[in-house]
């Protein structure tokens, strides 16, 4: 079965201290991997989407990654202003198919 | 920029009551999406539609169903609210399954039902 695992589901950080969130998959031929970020009572957000091994993305402080089988999104000296839930969701190879959403990870940075 | 429009940010319904969410995008995406979000489940599928007319079941579809008469709009119909449809309600869209980059989905800024 499809699925996608995130850890931690919960993640608190000092202003300054970078970390990483994971996002593990089993989805067979992955077509891709779409990273999200979610403010409370708000939808989610879209940041990057990643397309195959190895390949990088970065905005601002963010920065997402993807290997065969797992994805993390780094936070470099995070600013309260962060905290939120990220989100990751992967897109099967079937055409017309939805995407396999996580759980997410909810994000507090505090000053 | 893409705009997903749903009609409430807050609902509150007794239960047995018929129940319209309606969604509106303004991007001419041929995919839309229904969902809901409940804490410590995440974002759970419940029906999606790649055309006019055209549905499909996601993963939690039973007691709910969908209407798409026209490409923007896409309804979401609880029959007979129960207390256990209490939850926050998202719709997205997306365009047709060509390149990957036009898998991305678009989502509203939700609507929190309460169904008392």
């Known amino acids: 079965e499809d699925q996608v695992t995130q850890s931690p589901e919960a993640l608190r950080l000092q202003e300054g201290e970078s970390s990483s969130l994971n996002c593990s998959y089993t989805?067979?031929?992955?077509?891709?991997l779409f990273w999200y970020r979610q403010d409370p009572g708000k939808g989610p957000e879209f940041l990057f989407t990643l397309y195959s091994a190895g390949e990088e993305k970065e905005k601002e402080r963010l920065k997402a990654t993807l290997t065969k089988k797992e994805s993390f999104l780094h936070i470099t000296a995070p600013k309260p202003e962060d905290s939120a839930t990220y989100l990751c969701?992967?897109?099967?190879?079937?055409?017309?198919?939805?995407?396999?959403f996580g759980k997410g990870t909810t994000l507090s940075v505090s000053s | 920029d893409v705009k997903v429009t749903q009609s409430s940010r807050y609902l509150v319904k007794r239960t047995g009551e018929k129940v319209f969410l309606e969604c509106v995008q303004d991007?001419?995406?041929?995919?839309m999406f229904w969902y809901r979000q409940d804490p410590g489940l995440g974002l759970r599928l419940i029906y999606f539609s790649y055309d006019v007319k055209m549905k499909e079941k996601g993963d939690i579809p039973e007691g709910y169903s969908v209407s798409r008469e026209k490409k923007e709009r896409f309804s979401l119909i609880l029959e007979s609210a129960s207390t256990n449809q209490t939850s926050m309600y998202l719709c997205?869209?997306?365009?047709?399954?060509?390149?990957?980059?036009?898998?991305?989905?678009?989502f509203g800024a939700g609507t929190r039902l309460s169904v008392l």
């Open positions: 991007m001419d995406h041929e995919n």
């Open positions: 997205a869209s997306s365009l047709s399954d060509g390149t990957l980059a036009k898998n991305i989905q678009y």
């Open positions: 969701a992967a897109q099967p190879p079937q055409a017309g198919t939805a995407l396999i």
């Open positions: 989805v067979s031929g992955l077509r891709g």
